[in-house]
């Protein structure tokens, strides 16, 4: 039993042992200390990084706000805080926590300006996902600074400290801020401001307690009451930071779970003969939660309502308020638009399975007359539509090759996205991947 004990300790610390390829306690602090002075290039490469992030932000491209954070340098004084505190190094704390506010309002700054300027105003997903701070965001961060500062206790670098800086995203949050502020919206600055805190404060953490258990050498305080203060102090952070966050991740796991069962209640209750559902809308909050729906069609009896209201029970929905709306009151809120794509989606789904299933050849005469009745409900713009084959001749092969040609005329303009749906289901009710549509 003694044997195997020390054989599986034996295994664990040779698989997790951080000894193996540590560089030398100096060049560690060097390496991290250089990169906590903000000035220079370090500044400039940081204003270049927010004005990246920021247009990245502003047209919703994940690749540019990517390349924003490898760009950026403003990891160098958080890790320089955590080091700072695990060797009981206060000018180093201080040192970074002066650079990280130098970093944080040029940053802000920079990205206020951006969008007090730009044109487009509208808020973005990716902008958006940075206002709503949660529990991950802490787990996040967490992980993160402890993979940073294990990258940076190595004699070679690897790709983990750029990879560090993507998952902690320390730079889009202070972009989002100067979003904030430069339109007013003081939800999205506090938002986004809490998430930069969340992750500077548990990378800074990670970074220490990876130095503690280095055992990196330690200054000694003269008066032993000031290393309590500082741990008594990092204790006060961390729980400030965790507990909005633990209630904010509780709100977006109810919620998701809350529109999980939603959708489900509606898929598999929804389903009458000639009742379509043209729209829906999940609203969540914590005093009130509902479903909203648009029919069309036959109008569900007083009965078929109650039946469904009972069912939310079935679906963990006690209490969701179901609104329906139908008949005349659905007229008034119809989005023909909406409709249409609705009608489009379903006739093509439902002609693909029947094309798969069956692969019939289609009669051109009865086919040409369907199409025609099914474009009129699509479309009552249509004023004409015929189908004809056309032969191309390559100039340059001198091959020929018979494609199949839909002509069609409206009585308005037939946007883009519906011009290329329409011509994907006239292929696939034809079954010619090299049908055209030509419209007049």
């Known amino acids: 039993m003694g044997e195997i004990s020390k054989a599986i300790s034996h295994f664990v610390e040779h698989r997790f042992s951080l000894n193996e390829d540590k560089a030398a306690e100096p060049v560690i602090i060097e390496s991290i200390r250089k990169n906590v002075d903000f000035k220079g290039s370090n500044l400039w490469a940081l204003i270049f990084a927010v004005f990246i992030a920021s247009i990245g932000l502003n047209v919703n491209s994940t690749a540019v706000i990517i390349g924003a954070m490898l760009i950026s340098p403003i990891m160098g004084p958080v890790m320089g805080i955590g080091l700072g505190i695990g060797i009981n190094d206060l000018e180093l704390v201080k040192k970074g926590g002066k650079n990280l506010l130098v970093a944080t309002m040029f940053s802000i700054l920079t990205s206020t300006i951006y969008f007090y300027i730009t044109p487009l105003h509208e808020a973005q ?14 787990f996040i961060a967490f992980f993160g600074g402890m993979a940073g500062m294990v990258a940076a206790s190595r004699n070679e670098r690897s790709n983990v400290i750029p990879g560090v800086a993507i998952a902690t995203a320390l730079m889009p949050p202070l972009c989002t801020a100067g979003f904030g502020i430069a339109t007013g919206n003081w939800f999205y600055f506090l938002g986004a401001i809490y998430l930069y805190f969340i992750n500077s404060v548990f990378i800074a953490i990670a970074t220490f307690l990876i130095t503690r258990y280095l055992k990196m ?4 305080f003269d008066n032993p009451r000031t290393e309590k203060k500082v741990t008594r102090y990092m204790i006060i952070m961390v729980v400030v930071t965790i507990v909005p966050s633990i209630f904010m991740a509780y709100r977006i796991v ?15 209750q929804f389903n009458f003969p000639g009742t379509q559902v043209v729209s829906r ?13 648009l029919l069309i069609g036959t109008e569900l009896s007083k009965r078929e309502l109650d ?7 079935d679906y963990k929905l006690r209490g969701t308020e179901l609104k329906i709306r139908q008949g005349l009151n659905a007229k008034q809120e119809i989005d023909l638009s909406q409709i249409k ?36 409900v699509l479309y009552p713009a249509i004023r004409s539509f015929g189908l004809g084959s056309m032969t191309i001749h390559d100039a340059s092969s001198a091959k020929a090759d018979t494609i199949k040609v839909v002509l069609a005329s409206f009585r308005s303009a037939l946007r883009p996205a519906d011009r290329a749906k329409l011509e994907q289901w006239l292929r696939i009710r034809y079954h010619s991947e090299k049908l055209r549509l030509v419209v007049q």
């Open 125 to 138: 997903s990716e902008l958006l996902a940075r206002t709503s701070p949660s529990i991950w965001d802490v």
């Open 341 to 376: 794509a609705s009608i489009i989606e379903d006739v093509f789904s439902k002609q693909a399975a029947v094309d798969t299933l069956k692969r019939q050849p289609v009669k051109k005469g009865v086919a040409d007359t369907n199409v025609l009745a099914e474009f009129k």
């Open 307 to 313: 039946s469904l209201r009972l069912h939310l029970n």
């Open 281 to 293: 809308s999940y609203q969540y909050s914590q005093n009130n939660k509902s479903i909203d729906l």
């Open 217 to 220: 050498n330690r200054k000694h």
């Open 254 to 268: 109810d919620k998701s779970i809350f529109e999980t069962s939603a959708r489900k209640f509606v898929d598999e």
